[in-house]
């Protein structure tokens, strides 16, 4: 399997702290990659390194075969690298037709002190429809977003994410703080962003069952490294992650 995205032997740390420590990671094309490990375990980091929050110490970013290390987020997004759940990107007294045009504008630098033509304006927000349809929200197209339920406002920030065309979708706990049934929901639209959509995702989640179930390949994390790799059953399996994170809570 092609990989789409790639990391070598990425490392960065705060002072004498090494939060990230030659991380190699292989994304392939069409899957649902997952970094599982325990509280601190620098997964987030890896993420901010990958998107372009902040740069790494060493190491290198690999997207579809170019070096793109040390981009800033904006021209990652450009090249297809999105991370969602940023909720700051949701307007909460605009429509959500509204927010993903917002975004579908600002991706094709279109901004709003220029008068779009009526052509234009429709093509928008048909498109903005399209990615609201992806994520089951085209019958709520016209509420405000803050009429929304938890779990729906997540699915609105992936359409805002879809908005920008990505190849790779980032997301970290997009499970956090939500019922059963919602992390249902979320499940499903992560698996549909890679069987219809033909996204990858890379995913950072505490919800071991969720990762277990939706995962094609896990990479755990403990103390800024990679200790161990592989699709789910081979993690259920190892027991370096049984005893340096789980503590036997894949035993269900
Ligand atoms: N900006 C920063 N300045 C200093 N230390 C940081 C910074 N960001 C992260 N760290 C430290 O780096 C380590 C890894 O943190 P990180 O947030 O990447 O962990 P995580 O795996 O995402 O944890 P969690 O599961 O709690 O979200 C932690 O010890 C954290 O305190
Ligand atoms: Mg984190």
Not at 138 to 150: C, D, F, I, T, V
Request: glycine residues 10%.
């Amino acid at each position: 399997m092609s990989a789409l995205l790639q990391t070598h032997a990425l490392c960065r740390h705060f002072g004498g702290l090494h939060a990230v420590r030659d991380v190699s990671l292989n994304v392939g094309q069409r899957t649902i990659h997952s970094i599982l490990g325990p509280n601190g375990a620098g997964k987030t980091t890896l993420f901010n390194l990958i998107t372009g929050a902040i740069p790494p110490a060493s190491g290198t970013v690999l997207f579809d075969d170019s070096d793109v290390t040390g981009w800033t987020p904006e021209r990652l997004a450009r090249r297809g690298i999105v991370r969602t759940f940023q909720r700051t990107s949701v307007f909460l007294e605009l429509s959500l037709c509204e927010n993903v045009a917002l975004a579908i504008r600002s991706h094709r630098g279109l901004n709003y002190s220029v008068r779009l033509s009526r052509a234009t304006d429709a093509a928008v927000r048909e498109e903005a429809h399209q990615c609201l349809r992806s994520v089951g929200l085209a019958e709520k197209a016209g509420l405000r977003a803050k009429a929304l339920a938890h779990g729906s406002q997540r699915a609105l920030d992936v359409a805002i994410g879809l908005a920008l065309k990505p190849r790779l979708i980032l997301m970290d706990e997009p499970l956090a703080g939500m019922s059963k049934g919602d992390r249902h929901g979320i499940g499903e639209l992560i698996v549909k962003l890679r069987d219809e959509l033909g996204l990858t995702v890379v995913l950072v989640e505490h919800d071991v069952g969720m990762v277990m179930s939706l995962s094609d390949v896990i990479t755990v994390m403990q103390n800024g490294k990679v200790i161990a790799e592989g699709p789910p059953c081979v993690i259920r399996d190892s027991a370096a992650v049984k005893s340096a994170y789980l503590h036997g809570s894949f035993a269900s």
